[in-house]
């Protein structure tokens, strides 16, 4: 059977979009960090699991750690502090 789907929604927020998601509007494409607890609740469910392949997170590269400009060193802190949010936003 083939779906075509109808209309569209578009989202500028992920809480908007996961919640869409949960109501049934469509699929998401998301990081795991994020959906987490919904797919352990059975609120959402993953899909295309032939083509999933976990990953450990985000990688931020940087030349060296000499001389670092401010902006990326806040801007580290910055992700390290939001990772660590959703971490206990999941857990």
Known sequence: MIFEPKGNAVFND???MLQAAMQGV???????LWVVKQ?????????????????PGFYLYNPSRENMPRKIRV???F??????????HQG
């Open 26 to 32: 469509g699929l998401i494409k998301h990081l795991d």
């Open 39 to 55: 797919l352990r609740e059975g609120k959402l469910e993953r899909v295309l699991t032939k083509w999933y392949s976990p990953s």
């Open 14 to 16: 992920d809480a908007s």
């Open 75 to 77: 801007f580290m802190d």
């Open 79 to 88: 992700l390290i502090e939001k990772r660590e949010l959703l971490k206990r």
